[in-house]
Nanobody, 112 residues
């Protein structure tokens, strides 16, 4: 499975961005797709995940502001009401029963 992320950039506080992650390869095997992020000097943390059954999981810090969705082989995260603390490199993620896969990071910068 290969993951290609896009959509990062600069936004003002209160603004919105949408990240996309296109999966290719053995996408039929994917059980979960989602997003993690890593801010400078911090550990990578979960943002949101979505199972093939439609179950979602969000970090408390983004609940009510971020929405994860999937369209076939592409997973999105709509990020609204952005805050400066959302500034991070965002990584697309997927896993099947055997392996986890990571896309390249995409930088999101939120200015105050």
């Amino acid at each position: 499975v290969q993951l290609q992320a896009s959509g990062g950039g600069l936004a003002q506080a209160g603004g919105s961005l949408r990240l996309s992650c296109a999966a290719s390869g053995s996408i039929f095997s994917i059980a979960v797709m989602g997003w993690y992020r890593q801010a400078p000097g911090k550990q990578r943390e979960l943002v949101a995940t979505l199972t093939t059954g439609g179950s979602t999981n969000y970090a408390n810090s983004v609940k009510g502001r971020f929405t994860i969705s999937r369209d076939n082989a592409t997973v999105y995260v709509q990020m609204n009401s952005l805050k400066p603390e959302d500034t991070a490199v965002y990584y697309c993620y997927a896993h099947n029963r055997l392996l986890a896969y990571w896309g390249q990071g995409t930088l999101v910068t939120v200015s105050s």
